[in-house]
T-cell receptor, first 110, second 112 residues
Framework: GIQVEQSPPDLILQEGANSTLRCNFSDSVNNLQWFHQNPWGQLINLFY???GTKQNGRLSATTVATERYSLLYISSSQTTDSGVYFC????????????FGKGTLLTVNP | NAGVTQTPKFQVLKTGQSMTLQCAQDMNHEYMSWYRQDPGMGLRLIHYSVGAGITDQGEVPNGYNVSRSTTEDFPLRLLSAAPSQTSVYFC???????????FGAGTRLSVL
């Protein structure tokens, strides 16, 4: 099946800093999603972005499907951005089996 | 709008006991799925369903059973719990299998 790798595994920022999280996938995809898991465990969908660029406030995401990677940008980070960021994807041949990366643990210090 | 509701939030079992984790959604989504989350492993797909009466296995199905008799409900059954099934379980739903996934709050299960 498809392999999804995220980097970096851990990231520590000061409030106000910018960051870029990366997600590499091993096969062509028709589904790429970014999620944030807050410190209480809740998983929230941030972006559905199989290709192209989207922005939502201080967050934006870009997926370059031909080169098999996606980037999540966080600008002017806040302490509430802390948590684990996951990307997930499925390959074109297995539309219903979503594979998650192991996540990036982000800590934003005040 | 409740979204995806999981019960219970916490559960402790003894090895060999059985139980059912409940998952219900009120968004009329056809696709529902169960994941387990273990430290350092991300989320792994256990079973999924593309509609009432249709289920299939995910990446780690052993030790778990599912059925889907209605669009709203997708219970996950542990027939004989094992310590290796200690984990946090998440249920998710979406309009289609490749659509935006909406997650429940999770069930933290400990098997002693």
């Amino acid at each position: 099946g498809i392999q999804v790798e995220q980097s970096p595994p851990d990231l520590i920022l000061q409030e106000g800093a910018n960051s870029t999280l990366r997600c590499n996938f091993s096969d062509s995809v028709n589904n790429l999603q970014w999620f944030h898991q807050n410190p209480w465990g809740q998983l929230i969908n941030l972006f559905y972005i199989p290709s192209g660029t989207k922005q939502n406030g201080r967050l934006s995401a870009t997926t370059v499907a031909t080169e098999r990677y996606s980037l999540l940008y966080i600008s002017s980070s806040q302490t509430t951005d802390s948590g684990v960021y996951f990307c997930a994807s499925n390959s074109g041949g297995s539309n219903y089996k979503l594979t998650f990366g192991k996540g990036t643990l982000l800590t934003v210090n005040p | 709008n409740a979204g995806v509701t999981q019960t219970p939030k916490f559960q402790v079992l003894k090895t060999g006991q059985s139980m059912t984790l409940q998952c219900a959604q009120d968004m009329n989504h056809e696709y529902m799925s169960w994941y387990r989350q273990d430290p350092g492993m991300g989320l792994r797909l256990i079973h999924y369903s593309v509609g009432a009466g249709i289920t299939d296995q995910g990446e780690v199905p052993n030790g778990y059973n599912v059925s889907r008799s209605t669009t709203e409900d997708f219970p996950l059954r542990l027939l004989s719990a094992a310590p290796s099934q200690t984990s946090v379980y998440f249920c998710a739903s979406s309009v289609t299998g490749d659509g935006i996934q909406y997650f429940g709050a999770g069930t933290r299960l400990s098997v002693l």
